[in-house]
């Protein structure tokens, strides 16, 4: 029964969630590229990195709001400059954060930041789950496209891979 769980096929796949979940800036770029490296299925490996940030980012938002209850925490967005920020959050931040965000500082963060900022009164699937899971889904196709016309381009060009 181990021997057909560590197939050199599976082992590929669970490294590549591996570097996925890492909490490295480009992440999901570089398990991007290890599957077009790989050649691994495009499918089951886009399905594999949006299911398996969309969860690392959960846990991190609900991190977040575990935090969230701390006294540092709470002194600095009751502060004229956190209330002003947390303003602008509450209306535009997961879109903001989780759509342009995203490519440059990661989902991971930016789960953790909207996870102080959340407030009861707001559904939470319309706040965060939804815009969430579409941007990963969204960027994770992206990359892809990426990383194949970038290790294509190496190969037939340079012949380096």
Known sequence: ???????????????MT??????LIGGKYLSTAYAVYN???PYVSITMITVSETLLCSVLFY????????????KMLSSKKGKKAHNYVAKYGPVIGLFVGQMFIGAPPISLALGF????????YLYFFIPLFISIFFYSIFNFYL???????????FRLI
């Open 63 to 74: 991190a977040g709001l575990k935090l969230k209850s701390m006294k540092w925490v709470n």
């Open 147 to 157: 990383n194949t016309a970038a290790i294509t381009s190496l190969k037939n060009i």
């Open 117 to 124: 900022l959340y407030e009861k009164d707001k559904n939470i």
């Open 1 to 15: 029964m181990l021997k057909t769980f560590f197939k050199p096929l599976y082992y590929k796949y669970l490294i």
């Open 39 to 41: 050649k691994l299925n």
């Open 18 to 23: 591996a570097i996925n979940v890492t909490p």
